[in-house]
Structures are given as structure tokens and as C-alpha cells.
């Protein structure tokens, strides 16, 4: 690279618009949106599109709400001149949606262009010209009045031609191409020659385009909103913008540009076109949905969208794409699990959406919550703790929480990937062996008194070391009781320092767990996890996963110690 880049290139010049009004603006409402998905992105792909992929893609985005679609460039080649007719042969554009159609100011490509539109109830005829320095002198060699004399000529063609076919109701739009480096005064004076020439008083869209993007987006609204001060008492002038992304801001440079003024915007699905692509729609709608305002398409089922998109563009959507890729909702860091957990504990149907690092409700977009937290060796307890609960209902209190979360750990520094739900409760399942102590058989054989005098005889079959043992004891409930039991038959003292249960499900198919923190032997405190459909025998198998545990890490310390010897 250059060390010294201002030797080569120059800095975009600021408008010096002192009294701009733009910042302060608020969007309240969408822009009329015109997808140029047909013709900017198709003539992107390195493998344009064939006659299926064109009608896949016009039906995709009729369903998704365009009012209008810029279907194709037809005097550019047969085939997008015979797709545009068999939308209008085979009457297969709605009664409320506008086609547009692109063609340069060349005499017989705007005669071509009319042609193909014969028929159609309504047309936006799209003529442009570039009237940027560079081009003016450089490619075409023209001096500013003739470039003028060239857009009265071309738009009094396309007057002329359409005129001729009154039964189709017509809209120019004229786009001064390249207007992101023009002088304005010469984008003003070309406007203004292409409204006279299609007649003052008729319908006409102004496009104005970042062809090439130069400038910060505040410098491209600070354009928009000169030219829109231009245009504000005349209601049959719409400004329409068209951003490119080649600085990576087209979605900054668009919203700018409607603060500014511009009525309406140009670009494509998740940015497809030339270079870096256009102006991303599907990012600039949404972006207004999250503020309040219905952008008036529909993306509630972003997955869909864009299965199609990638099937037409045959072009991947990022993983991390703006609401649409497939990583983008999803947290793997531990205290962003932690906080969505949270956030997710507390909210009610109905509240304003306020869920820390998730910007949009995923369901808005046909997302489940499945896939927000994912864990991996980056992750916390927050995030396995909410994957087990929306999963599974195992709702852990915190210090199992805590406890658990070093098994995950370790796991995860073995196996180096990320854990689904199921491998997390596979690994909490056998962690504290829910499958082992099934077999536990209990009864209460006697019960006396209330209160403080209260006690309970309690009589059981225990798995143990591989045979099953005749357990009984006596104590103030079945939980002291079967202390005493398994303190009588395997010489384990142990005590119960905390306990939590709760149901999974409801009705016949409920179920019960038990978490029971414990000190066993007054050498190990940990937690043991019983689950059955009655509470009690929960509790007691809670009591056996939390003496196993306690017996195992015995034995693995006395393999430690063999060792170290």
C-alpha cells in the first residue's frame, strides 16, 4: 500500500450545507421500495439467471410485498426481452404491482424497450445517462450541453413512444448516473431537463444513485437532501435513491437519504448486485421494523426467502449476515447466554421486546429460539443452563449450575466443538447417573405422630455395587429416614444442605426432579438429581445420584494417590 495515499487520491469534497436538516430526522414510515433483484443482481452473477430462476424470483418477491419490480433490461438481450413478455402475455403481474424496466439514452434501445412493454396496464420506464466528470469527458467526450441535449432527445422518445400506447398508465424515472460524483448543479440541470422533455405535471421518479460509492453517508445525504429542497412543492416528483455498498455503508448512505428527504428506495435481497452489491433491502426494512415502523413486506419467514434467493442467485448468504444468516441470532459467549437467560426468565407475552444482544424477536422471522444459545468451549453456565431448560425443563438452581458447568468444561476442552442440547443432556444424564438409579424401590411402612414428634419408618430395595441391598431406617420424614437407611447399610454419612424440585410437564405424563446439594462424609459436597412422577421417590434418587458421585470421586482420588505412589 501507499504511504502516502493522498498522492493518489483525493477526498470526497463536502457539500457545505450548513443549514442541513436531516440529522435530526426521524423515519416514521417506509419508503416505496423497487427491487432491482431481476436486472442490478441478475446482471451481477457470474451464471445469470435462466427463464425458471426469473419467475421463481418474481413470485418470491410479489409474495414478500414489492408494489414495484424492475424485471430486466430487455433490449439488452432475447431472453430478458421474452421473460418480460411472458409476464405480460401470461398476465402474471398483480393489478397492484408496477414493473420497471432499465434502458440507456440510445435511441434504438428506448425504441426496443417500448416495444416489450406493449400491453401492460402500468410501466415505469427507467432512462438514465451518466453525467459525472469522469464520464462526461473521459468515456463519452461530451461537454455538458450536449449531454443535456442528449436527455431531452431520449426522454421525448420515450414521450413520444408511450404516447402511442395510451391504454398503459406510464412513469418516467431518469437517474443521472454516477450522481454520487457529479457537481450538483449539473444533476440539478438534468432533472430538470428530463422533466420538461417528459412534460411538467407528469408523474416522474428521479433516482438518484451512488453508482459508485465515494463519500461517507453523510456527505451522499447531505446531496439528497440539496436536490430534495429542489423538488419539495412539486408532489408529482419522487426522489428515489439507489446506494451501492463499494465503502460498505449502503445501508447507512439509504437511511441518510431518507432522513433527507427521498421518497423511495432501490436495491436488492440480502445486497446481491455489482462489486460489493446494492443497497441490502432486506437489512433496511428490518432495520425499521426494530424502531416501530412496518417496512410493508414480509419477512416472517427469512429462512424461505432466502433458501429461494440462494436457489435463483445460486450465491450463499453469509452465516453472519444482518437477520438472515444463520449464526446471526445465535450467542455462544458465556455472559451473553447469561444475560438472555435472564432477560428470557422475566418476560411476559405482550412486553416491548427488550432481550439483551437480540435485536429482533427471532419468531418475527420464523426463527425458534432453538438455536439463540449454543455452547461451545467459549460458553458459560448461563447458556447449557437455558439450552437443558427450554429443552429439556431441567430448571438447575445455581450452584448445581456452577457444578455442572465444570463437567461441560472438560468435555469441551477434549472435544474442541460446540454441544447441542441433546449432548448436554446426555452428559447431564449420565453425570448424575438418572438412568442408574431407576431401579430404586422404596415404601413408607409406618408413619407416627405430628409435628416436631413426627416420624417415619421407611423401608426400600437399594442397586448397589452390583446387587440389590434391603434398606431400612427411621426419621422425621422419608428423606431423613432413608439417610438413616443408606448410613446403616453402606456407612456413608451424609447431609442434605439444600434442596429444589419441580415438575416437568403437567397432567398424566408429568414428572418430578429433585435437586439435592449434600455433604457426604464430611468430605465431598455436591449434588445428586432424582427425577420420577412421585416427588419423594425423586428425592430419594436424588439422594443415590449424590452418594455415587461421592463414592466415585473416592475411588478416582485413591487411583490419584496410587499413582503419585
Wanted: charge should be negative; glycine fraction near 8%; charged fraction near 25%.
Amino acid at each position: 500500500m501507499l504511504k502516502q495515499p493522498q498522492a493518489k487520491y483525493r477526498a470526497f469534497a463536502p457539500i457545505g450545507l450548513k443549514d442541513r436538516t436531516w440529522p435530526d430526522a426521524v423515519l416514521t414510515k417506509a419508503p416505496t421500495w423497487l427491487s432491482t433483484d431481476l436486472r442490478d443482481g441478475n446482471q451481477a452473477l457470474i451464471e445469470p439467471m435462466d427463464l425458471d430462476r426469473k419467475l421463481r424470483m418474481f413470485d418470491l418477491l410479489v409474495r414478500i410485498g414489492f408494489k414495484e419490480i424492475e424485471v430486466g433490461f430487455p433490449a439488452a438481450s432475447q431472453v430478458e426481452f421474452d421473460f418480460l413478455r411472458k409476464l405480460i402475455d401470461e398476465d402474471r403481474i398483480p393489478d397492484d404491482v408496477t414493473i420497471q424496466v432499465m434502458t440507456p439514452a440510445r435511441e434504438e434501445l428506448i425504441a426496443r424497450t417500448i416495444e416489450s412493454l406493449r400491453g401492460a396496464r402500468k410501466a415505469i420506464v427507467h432512462v438514465y445517462n451518466a453525467v459525472a466528470p469522469v464520464w462526461r469527458e473521459v468515456v463519452f467526450g461530451m461537454t455538458v450541453p450536449e449531454v443535456m441535449a442528449l436527455i431531452d432527445r431520449s426522454v421525448g422518445q420515450v414521450k413520444r413512444l408511450t404516447d402511442a400506447q395510451p391504454k398503459t398508465e406510464w412513469v418516467l424515472q431518469y437517474s443521472p448516473e454516477v450522481f454520487c460524483m457529479a457537481e450538483l448543479e449539473v444533476s440539478l440541470q438534468a432533472c430538470e431537463t428530463a422533466i420538461t422533455a417528459w412534460g411538467a405535471g407528469r408523474p416522474i421518479i428521479l433516482n438518484l444513485p451512488t453508482t459508485v460509492e465515494i463519500s461517507t453517508p453523510n456527505g451522499f445525504a447531505d446531496q439528497i437532501e440539496w436536490m430534495c429542497r429542489r423538488f419539495a412543492d412539486r408532489p408529482n416528483v419522487v426522489v428515489s435513491v439507489h446506494p451501492h455498498n463499494d465503502r460498505g455503508t449502503g445501508t447507512a448512505s439509504a437511511e441518510f437519504a431518507l432522513m433527507a428527504g427521498a421518497h423511495r428506495v432501490e436495491g436488492c435481497l440480502f445486497g446481491n448486485g455489482e462489486r460489493t452489491g446494492n443497497l441490502d433491502i432486506v437489512n433496511v426494512a428490518l432495520n425499521l421494523y426494530v424502531q416501530g415502523v412496518s417496512p410493508n413486506l414480509d419477512f416472517s419467514d427469512i429462512d424461505a426467502i432466502r433458501a429461494e434467493v440462494e436457489h435463483c442467485n445460486q450465491l450463499p448468504v453469509h452465516p453472519r449476515h444482518p437477520y438472515a444468516g444463520d449464526l446471526v441470532y445465535t450467542s455462544f459467549s458465556g455472559s451473553h447466554q447469561d444475560a438472555i437467560k435472564k432477560a428470557f426468565a422475566i418476560r411476559k407475552d405482550g412486553d416491548v421486546w427488550a432481550i439483551p444482544y437480540l435485536p429482533i424477536d427471532p419468531k418475527d422471522l420464523g426463527r425458534s429460539y432453538e438455536a439463540v444459545i449454543r455452547v461451545n468451549s467459549q460458553s458459560g453456565k448461563g447458556g447449557m443452563a437455558y439450552l437443558l431448560e427450554s429443552e429439556y425443563g431441567i430448571e438447575m438452581p445455581r450452584r448445581l449450575q456452577i457444578e455442572f458447568m465444570q463437567t461441560v468444561q472438560r468435555v469441551m476442552d477434549v472435544a474442541g466443538k460446540e454441544l447441542s442440547a441433546a449432548d448436554l443432556y446426555a452428559l447431564f444424564e449420565r453425570e448424575y447417573g438418572l438412568k442408574t438409579v431407576q431401579a430404586l424401590q422404596h415404601r413408607v411402612i409406618e408413619e407416627q405422630g405430628e409435628g416436631a414428634g413426627a416420624s417415619v419408618a421407611l423401608r426400600g430395595d437399594l442397586p448397589w455395587g452390583g446387587e440389590i441391598r434391603r434398606i431400612e431406617g427411621r426419621g422425621n420424614g422419608p428423606i431423613d429416614a432413608f439417610i438413616q437407611a443408606l448410613a446403616d447399610s453402606t456407612g456413608h454419612a451424609i447431609r442434605v444442605i439444600d434442596y429444589h424440585q419441580h415438575a416437568i410437564g403437567a397432567g398424566a405424563d408429568a414428572q418430578a426432579v429433585a435437586y439435592l446439594e449434600m455433604r457426604v462424609d464430611d468430605r465431598h459436597t455436591l449434588f445428586g438429581v432424582g427425577i420420577d412422577p412421585n416427588i419423594v421417590s425423586a428425592s430419594l434418587k436424588a439422594i443415590v445420584s449424590g452418594l455415587a458421585r461421592a463414592r466415585s470421586r473416592n475411588a478416582s482420588s485413591a487411583q490419584s494417590d496410587t499413582v503419585a505412589a
